[in-house]
């Protein structure tokens, strides 16, 4: 009886969705590079990498500066010691959005008060907003101290990983210390 009840929660979904991404990685990367192929040929990723990407590169620039790294941003990427870093418009973190959204859908099953829900709305977008630049900063790093061939490796694959491990500890903590049931 305990067992069913365990699956019926909504951190069990989280966590059994989390454990069915980590096995079809391979085919989620694949994915994310059709889609990205796909909105190449659309072109509407200019509007990203005109408004978004400079904007990403100066605030990756400060983080990597604070680390004490000579870093400089530019209009297309970050200059790291010497070494230039492109950032695209699929650097951004969108999967990741699209991941966080996805699991508002199975993280709010349940009646739980709107406040508690806008707070974990908003702790979902800082935290998947820092996880991104985390992401980001460790990709820079690795390709300047340890070479190019392992950042893309982390970038590709690991990276993902990072993110759902931060989804679990998101629903985790969400779950045990802010969403509150409504009356």
């Known amino acids: 009886m305990q067992e069913t009840r365990l699956i019926k929660t909504p951190f069990s979904r ?12 391979p085919f989620i990367a694949t994915f994310n590079e059709f889609l990205t192929n796909l909105f190449l040929k659309w072109e509407l990723y200019r509007v990203l ?4 990407v400079p904007y990403e590169a100066k605030l990756l620039a400060g983080i990597l500066n604070v680390l ?7 209009a297309k990427g970050v200059w790291v010691e010497g070494a230039f870093l492109e950032i695209q418009w699929n650097c951004l973190g969108w999967q ?3 991941l966080l959204l996805a699991s508002f859908l199975g993280g709010f099953q349940g009646k739980f008060s709107w406040t ?20 980001l900063s460790a990709v ?10 392992v950042a893309i490796f982390f970038h590709d694959y690991l990276a993902l990983i ?10 985790w903590f969400s779950y045990t210390f802010v969403l509150e049931e409504s009356s």
Not at 116 to 135: A, C, K, N, P
């Open 14 to 25: 989280i966590i059994i969705l989390a454990a069915v991404l980590l096995m079809t990685l």
């Open 49 to 52: 990498e005109n408004w978004v």
């Open 68 to 74: 004490g790294l000579g870093t400089k941003a530019v």
């Open 96 to 98: 990741s959005a699209v």
């Open 116 to 135: 508690s829900r806008l707070e974990v709305v908003l702790i979902g977008f800082l935290g998947t907003f820092l996880v991104q630049f985390g992401r």
């Open 140 to 149: 820079a790093i690795l390709a300047v101290k340890v070479g190019t061939g």
């Open 162 to 171: 990072l993110v759902i491990l931060w989804f679990v500890v998101f629903w």
